[in-house]
């Protein structure tokens, strides 16, 4: 009985370095093994691509690239397959590009730069890097724009690039977006929605999914994607996979192993209870 | 008291400030728009400049560290000479295209960055096992909840629930969680413009380090 007991016992107190090697385990087979689950487009993906969809033919789309380098296994995914669609299925859109996250420029380099050798640089697309500021920089870019950005990532003045000509802050793009790690994308919210109304739309870390779905339901967002699950969504309804599909299967293997674990520890728990009583 | 250590000369900048910038969002007057406009380019200005004394505060922190060789010293002499590298190479070449910077963004920085997101996941995955045991009526609603939201995001339950899996999960999404958001914000949005008005009135004292 008191063998029966302390393996109870155990069982409902598996050491943190076991269940992490488990983990790891788990989460090791989907990219050794693909599994292939099917993936079912929610409908907060179809209006994220709705509101890339709905830019106007010519149209001006801000692109902030406000994520860390760590948070983009959920956002590198959607952001790659957003800077494709536009530059392969959209070349008539305008991008301009900066980011309010130091780890920006790495970002760009991962997911963008070779994308954009495709784009007719200073018509197409224009890239301001980093901006400091937060909150005051995004106030600023609403209202004055080339207050901030006076010349380009590579050190062009604003003048020279033919992009910028018309565009002079919030009222003069058709679609904001910002692939959010940090919660910059509340601060676009306040100042170009707010005040100007643009549309904006974010890509974020599905633990961001609660704040955007109030931000959606109160119409102050036109879309957001969320995580790696929505991130694979985008991929896929975009027709450009990427990363975020592969990542996909892991996070349902590594869905299912949680569950299987909160399950286990509780019934490992009670029956432990049982035995004491 | 000294005329420039008197407290009155920046709670007054700081209510004007508060002032104009309130005045700005709510009656969007062209020449408050300018003043308004103005000052946000200070405060990106000094933001850029406290990047530079959060460099100075990590090297004065960490060659303090060495010069006692306080525990952990070692790690400080690492980090002085990774930053001193980044901001050499860097420099080097303003689009980050510097070999010797590539090889520190790209297979040390990232790489230790994702490792430290990935060693998060471990300890939540782990905290699901430890943490959600139901022992009382909260634990039961926080345990519920997490297991349907769990459920909500792994599209391989519904091959063995069908599409009803995914419902209880939205509900608790759409609907509670909807619902506390909205309160936390509004409530959240209230206080910070309590503060802003306790800054207006001169009464929030705490960024002169005065108290109040």
């Not at chain 1, 392969?88 to 130091?102: A, C, E, F, K, T």
């Not at chain 2, 969007?28 to 200005?45: F, K, V």
């Not at chain 2, 509670?176 to 001169?202: F, K, Q, Y």
Request: some cysteine; hydrophobic content about 50%; proline content about 4%.
């Amino acid at each position: 009985m008191s063998a029966k007991k302390s393996l109870m016992y155990r069982l409902s107190n598996v050491p943190h370095q076991v269940i992490g090697a488990l983990t790891l385990i788990v989460i090791a087979l989907p990219y050794l093994m693909p599994v292939g689950i099917p993936l079912k487009i929610t409908p907060y993906s179809e209006q994220f691509k709705a509101a890339l969809d709905a830019v106007p033919e010519g149209g001006n789309v801000a692109f902030s690239l406000d994520s860390a380098m760590g948070g983009t296994t959920e956002t590198g995914g959607m952001i790659r397959a957003t800077i494709k669609y536009f530059i392969y299925d959209r070349p008539d859109v305008h991008i301009v590009m900066w980011g309010m996250h130091y780890d920006c420029v790495l970002v760009f380099n991962t997911f963008v730069a070779d994308v954009l050798e495709d784009a007719d640089y200073g018509k197409e697309v224009a890239w301001f890097g980093y901006i400091p500021g937060t909150d005051a920089a995004i106030a600023k870019l609403s209202d004055d724009l080339k207050g901030i950005l006076s010349v380009d990532f590579y050190g062009t003045p604003v003048a020279q690039l033919e992009i910028m000509d018309n565009i002079n802050g919030a009222p003069d793009f058709d679609l904001l977006l910002s692939f959010d790690t940090y919660g910059h994308a509340d601060s676009y919210v306040g100042h170009w929605y707010e005040r100007y109304k643009t549309k904006i739309a974010i890509g974020m870390l599905s633990g961001s999914i609660p704040v955007a779905t109030m931000r959606f339901t109160a119409g102050q967002i036109v879309g957001f994607c969320g995580g790696v699950k929505g991130a694979a969504e985008l991929e896929a309804l975009l027709k450009y996979p990427g990363p975020a599909y592969t990542n996909y299967d892991v996070m349902n293997v590594a869905n299912l192993f949680a569950i299987g674990l909160l399950l286990f520890g509780n019934i490992t728990y009670f029956l432990t209870k049982k035995e004491e009583r | 008291m000294s005329f420039i250590r008197r407290t009155e000369i920046p709670i007054t900048i700081a209510a004007i400030m508060t002032l104009i910038m309130l005045l700005d969002l709510f009656t969007g007057d062209p020449t408050l728009r300018a003043a308004s406009t103005m000052l946000q380019s200070w405060a990106i200005i000094l933001a850029g400049f406290a990047l530079g004394i959060g460099a100075v505060s990590l090297l004065r922190l960490h060659t303090t560290n060495i010069k006692r060789k306080r525990p952990g010293w070692y790690g400080s002499v690492l980090i002085i000479f990774f930053t001193a590298a980044v901001l050499v190479t860097g420099l080097m070449d303003l689009n980050l295209a510097n070999p010797i910077l590539r090889f520190i963004l790209d297979n040390m920085y990232m790489r230790l960055y994702a490792a430290a997101w990935a060693f998060e996941g471990i300890f939540l995955i782990y905290g699901l096992y430890r943490a959600f045991k139901i022992r009382n009526l909260d634990s039961l609603i926080l345990s519920v909840t997490a297991f349907f939201c769990i459920i909500r995001n792994a599209a391989v339950a519904e091959v063995f629930f069908g599409p009803a899996a995914f419902a209880p999960g939205t509900w608790i999404l759409d609907v509670p969680n909807l619902g506390g958001i909205r309160a936390l914000m509004i409530a959240s949005s209230l206080g910070i413009l309590m503060l802003g008005l306790r800054t207006l009135l001169g009464k929030e004292r705490g960024y002169i380090r005065t108290g109040g």
